[in-house]
């Protein structure tokens, strides 16, 4: 259930295409931390870090893209 709304926090809300991906990357990335057991405590946590990294870089990206078309 958490890894579905991550996904669909870092989709936000617009394209089931990206959504998709977005769950099959999380799914992907939660089932490889398994096997480390160094990291194994941590692996419930990835879809909130994914969700975070997903956000930040999606709003960096529209804070730029805002800024060059008022220059």
Do not use: K, N, W
Not at 2 to 27: H, K, M, N, P
Not at 38 to 54: E, H, K, N, Q, W
Request: glycine share 2%; no cysteine.
């Amino acid at each position: 259930m958490i890894s579905s709304l991550a996904a669909v926090l870092i989709a936000r809300l617009r394209s089931i295409t990206v959504t998709f991906v977005a769950a099959i990357v999380i799914g992907l990335l939660h089932d490889l931390l398994t096997p480390i057991a160094s990291l194994t405590s941590y692996r419930d946590m990835t879809p909130f870090v994914i969700a975070a990294i997903g956000l930040l870089v999606l709003s960096r990206h529209q804070v730029m893209t805002q800024s060059r078309e008022e220059a």
